[in-house]
């Protein structure tokens, strides 16, 4: 690494680490801080329980961080260099502006890898284990409406697939739609559709209201079943078991929410809004690299050296593009436009914009 790339880093990894404290905390203080009273004042939740529910909320809050801390060091960095006339001096000596700028480029997609990282391999843990407190300590009955899916297999080999169309409620152990494929032999040897599946107890639940059908060769009779004549079987998950197939999309990784929405698109269901929250989990941490092509040239203005104009002016800019990134991300659940498009565009308005502002800065 070339002295000019060390004294550039170290110009803004003060502001970086700044920005993810003051940001991190914003954002804890907006979302978090009165959902933790609340369970402190009403549920009468335990200290070390409420300080869990923190520690396990921050890594996805500093994903989201990342990227405006990424911008406010830019802006900070470069606002003091050219305040003190070192870039003046830089400029001088025949070092350009692009030149410059590949250290704070470098650090960005540093920070875009170490954020897609994060995001995929503790925030969905973290995540899971936040909702499963909140949920005990609120007495929240998992139900759900969202569809999911189980496959059962022994040593690799599966031996059944059930759907749950119309989601679950945990509480009376009840599955509301429920479409399973029994295999034999590995091949699909009987279909069961029912109404309601009712927990019964030693993995057994009791189906009502449908009607199996062989699927073997020429064997295409189908046999119903009423309230009167329902049908046991033996399925290897108890309700609660079932619920941790019910986590959000913040819960799954980017290959679990792809598998999620394979199997969906496999049932017909409308994936729009799913396919957006994959792609984002890429285009999220690529905003690093936006906000850093962004704040570069604008920090080379030296009265946004402080922090306080640098934070004002960081979240004016972020404010903008967050919006922005809400408003595509509507139209790509609406399926206005693609998943693809939704997500990306913004990130490819603003390296476009940020390179524009550099060349500009340039010249």
């Not at 830089?90 to 890898?113: E, H, K, Q």
């Not at 599946?197 to 009779?221: C, F, H, M, P, R």
């Amino acid at each position: 690494m070339k002295t000019l790339d060390r004294y550039i880093l170290i110009e803004l990894i003060g502001p970086f680490l700044f920005g993810v404290a003051a940001f991190t905390s914003l954002m804890f203080a907006g979302k978090e801080l009165f959902k933790i009273t609340e369970l402190l004042a009403e549920y009468h939740a335990p200290l070390l329980k409420a300080a869990q529910l923190v520690m396990l909320h921050l890594p996805s809050l500093v994903v989201m961080t990342l990227p405006m801390a990424m911008l406010l060091a830019a802006l900070l960095g470069f606002g003091r260099l050219s305040s003190d006339s070192e870039t003046v001096a830089l400029f001088a000596g025949g070092v350009s502006l692009y030149r410059i700028a590949v250290p704070v480029i470098a650090m960005s997609l540093f920070v875009t890898a170490g954020s897609f990282v994060l995001n995929e391999m503790v925030v969905p843990v973290t995540n899971a284990q936040h909702e499963a407190i909140r949920r005990k300590l609120t007495n929240e009955p998992l139900t759900s409406d969202k569809p999911f899916w189980v496959i059962s297999a022994n040593n690799g080999i599966t031996n059944m697939v059930f759907y749950v169309q119309k989601g679950f409620n945990a509480s009376t152990g009840t599955l509301r739609n429920v479409a399973i494929i029994q295999y034999w032999n590995n091949k699909p040897a009987i279909f069961i559709y029912a109404n309601e599946a009712i927990w019964k107890g030693d993995n057994e639940w009791i189906l009502k209201n449908g009607y199996s059908q062989n699927l073997g060769s020429g064997a295409t009779v189908i046999v119903p079943f009423r309230e009167s004549k329902t049908r046991e079987i033996k399925i290897d998950k108890t309700p609660e078991q079932l619920a941790l197939y019910q986590r959000k999309y913040d819960e799954l990784s980017f290959s679990q929410l792809r598998d999620y929405i394979r199997m969906l698109q496999e049932q017909g269901a409308d994936v729009s809004e799913y396919r957006v929250r994959l792609y984002q989990k890429i285009a999220v941490p690529l905003a690093s690299l936006v906000f850093a092509l962004i704040g570069t040239p604008l920090g080379l203005r030296p009265h946004r050296s402080s922090s306080a104009m640098g934070l004002g002016l960081s979240i004016v800019i972020i404010f903008a593009y967050w919006v922005f990134t809400h408003y595509m991300f509507i139209l790509g659940r609406n399926g206005t436009i693609s998943p693809a498009a939704a997500s990306f565009f913004p990130t490819l308005v603003g390296v476009v914009a940020g390179i524009a502002l550099i060349v500009r800065a340039a010249k």
